[in-house]
Each structure stands twice: as C-alpha cells, then as structure tokens.
C-alpha cells in the first residue's frame, strides 16, 4: 500500500524558516514529478512548487518564488519544501502529491497525505 506521510509543519513567526518533509513508503516515484499544495481555511487547495523526476527542474506558484525551494532525495524517496521568510499568509495545510498525468501546473496528482499545518504569527 502506498503512502505519503508529511512533516515538519508548525508554529513559527513572521519572518521565520521550516523544512517539510514527505516521505513515500510502499512504492518509489523517481519516476514521476512530485508537488507541494495548500489549502488554508475557507480556500481553495494551492499550489506551491514541484520538481522533476530527476529533481533538476522546479516550479513554483508566484507568491513562493525566492522563498520557498523544492527538493527530492531519490535515495531516501522523500520530498522536502525548504520554506523561507514565512509570512502569515502562508499559513495552511501542506500536502504533497505525486503527478500521474497532465502538466505540473494543472495536472493530476495523487497519493496525497494527510498534510502538515503550517501556522505563521505575526
């Protein structure tokens, strides 16, 4: 059975730096693009950032551009979302998905987590 279990979420404050961590059991996905959403309350899910399968590409949605970094380590099969100069507005649920077909940006992901809270104070 596949899953993905994220971590790392938390209480932080305005101007402050987390790592996630999405972990995949069961199966591995060097194979296939892997992203990051969030969903915050009363919103709709976001998206965040995703990389390649090589992890050599990244995209990310414009409010996360220069403060957030996606990266993979094939070796271990987790997803990481470095996350930099947090801003109240960023806080909300993470999740990470495996993209199963379509385009980064739009596309399908699947196998989603339970996702992380991500709480920023001001």
């Known amino acids: 059975q596949v899953h993905l279990v994220e971590s790392g979420g938390g209480l932080v404050q305005a101007g402050g730096s987390l790592r996630l961590s999405c972990a995949a059991s069961g199966r591995t996905f060097n194979s296939y693009a892997m992203g990051w959403f969030r969903q915050a309350p009363g919103k709709e899910r976001e998206f965040v950032g995703a990389?390649?399968?090589?992890?050599?590409?990244?995209w990310y949605g414009d409010s996360m551009k220069d403060r957030f970094t996606i990266s993979r380590d094939s070796i271990k099969n987790t997803l990481y979302l470095q996350m930099n100069s947090l801003k109240p507005e960023d806080t909300a649920v993470y999740s990470c998905?495996?993209?199963?077909?379509?385009?980064?940006?739009?596309?399908?992901?699947?196998?989603w987590g339970q996702g992380t809270q991500v709480t920023v104070s001001s």
């Open positions: 990389v390649d399968w090589s992890g050599g590409i990244t």
């Open positions: 998905g495996v993209l199963v077909s379509g385009s980064v940006v739009g596309g399908t992901y699947d196998y």
